[in-house]
C-alpha cells in the first residue's frame, strides 16, 4: 500500500507510528518501576492505577495512554478501591494499589 503513497507521506506515518510505539512502551515501564519520576504527576498516577486494573481484569482498561477507546466501547472500567469484582459482583477484598504493586527496580 505504501508503495502507492507519497514517500513523504510513508515517513510521516512510520515516525508517528514509532514515536507512538516509543511512548506506549516507555509508559507501561514506568507504571511498573517503584519510584518513578513520573509519579510526581497526578495524571501519571492516575492512568497507572488504570493500568493495573488491566493488570487484574485483562478485558478492562486496554489502553496505556488515553482510555477514550476504553470508553467507548465499554471495556473502561474505574480504578477506585472498592471495585466490584467483576467476575461474581462482589466487592473487592483487595484494592487494585495493593494486589499489583509496581516492581522493584
Ligand atoms: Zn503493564
Given at each position: 500500500?505504501?508503495?502507492?503513497?507519497?514517500?513523504?507521506?510513508?515517513?510521516?506515518?512510520?515516525?508517528?507510528?514509532?514515536?507512538?510505539?516509543?511512548?506506549?512502551?516507555?509508559?507501561?515501564?514506568?507504571?511498573?518501576?517503584?519510584?518513578?519520576?513520573?509519579?510526581?504527576?497526578?495524571w501519571f498516577r492516575r492512568k497507572q492505577q488504570l493500568h493495573f486494573v488491566h493488570h487484574l481484569h485483562a478485558?478492562?482498561?486496554?489502553?496505556?495512554?488515553?482510555?477514550?477507546?476504553?470508553?467507548?466501547?465499554?471495556?473502561?472500567?474505574?480504578?477506585?478501591?472498592?471495585?466490584?469484582?467483576?467476575?461474581?459482583?462482589?466487592?473487592?477484598?483487595?484494592?487494585?494499589?495493593?494486589?499489583?504493586?509496581?516492581?522493584?527496580?
Amino acid at each position: 500500500m505504501f508503495f502507492l503513497l507519497p514517500l513523504e507521506l510513508f515517513v510521516v506515518t512510520a515516525v508517528v507510528g514509532a514515536t507512538s510505539f516509543y511512548a506506549h512502551v516507555l509508559l507501561d515501564q514506568e507504571y511498573h518501576v517503584e519510584n518513578s519520576r513520573l509519579e510526581r504527576f497526578a495524571w501519571f498516577r492516575r492512568k497507572q492505577q488504570l493500568h493495573f486494573v488491566h493488570h487484574l481484569h485483562a478485558d478492562r482498561n486496554f489502553a496505556v495512554i488515553d482510555f477514550f477507546w476504553d470508553r467507548l466501547i465499554g471495556t473502561y472500567q474505574s480504578s477506585e478501591a472498592d471495585v466490584a469484582d467483576l467476575d461474581n459482583g462482589t466487592p473487592n477484598s483487595h484494592p487494585v494499589e495493593k494486589t499489583c504493586a509496581p516492581a522493584s527496580t
